[in-house]
């Protein structure tokens, strides 16, 4: 199987993955947490988990998710506050209510909100 590279800025390092991976997800999906009461859109994807190893020891370890499924950036949001979430792809699902994400951030990444997704910004997109 071929190998990708990239630096992540967030692990600190270079990040090996398969050249291609199914992301079940796509940006401005609407999603939501299998386990906790959050939900989110998607803004950015990595092929497998690429945050620090910190990070990802601070997970319990009775729920800490497999490294190599793609791991999703949300603009997320819960009854308290909207925050940036790193989600991995086991711990997500579609969200059922469909609705538009209350986060402040979301009209800087997205033009609009149809049949329960989110338009990337044009000037965004390569």
């Known amino acids: 199987m071929e190998r990708?590279?990239?630096?992540?800025?967030?692990?600190g390092r270079t990040i090996i993955a398969p050249r291609q991976t199914r992301a079940r997800f796509g940006i401005g999906d609407v999603v939501r947490h299998?386990?906790?009461?959050f939900r989110g859109v998607v803004f950015d994807i990595d092929p497998v988990f690429a945050n620090?190893?910190?990070w990802y020891q601070?997970?319990?370890?009775?729920?800490?998710?497999?490294?190599?499924?793609p791991f999703y950036h949300l603009l997320a949001e819960n009854e308290d506050s909207s925050?940036?979430?790193?989600?991995?792809?086991?711990?997500?699902?579609?969200d059922p209510e469909g609705g538009p994400i209350d986060h402040p951030t979301v009209?800087?990444?997205?033009?609009?909100?149809k049949d329960g997704?989110?338009?990337?910004r044009r000037s965004l997109t390569h």
């Not at 997704?117 to 990337?120: A, K, N, P, Q």
Request: hydrophobic share 40%; proline share 4%.
């Open 83 to 94: 925050y940036v979430a790193y989600v991995s792809q086991g711990n997500l699902l579609a």
């Open 58 to 69: 601070s997970i319990p370890e009775d729920i800490r998710p497999r490294r190599d499924q």
């Open 117 to 120: 997704r989110y338009r990337m």
């Open 107 to 113: 009209r800087q990444l997205f033009d609009s909100f």
């Open 4 to 11: 990708a590279e990239f630096f992540s800025t967030q692990a």
């Open 52 to 54: 620090s190893e910190e």
């Open 34 to 37: 299998r386990l906790f009461a």
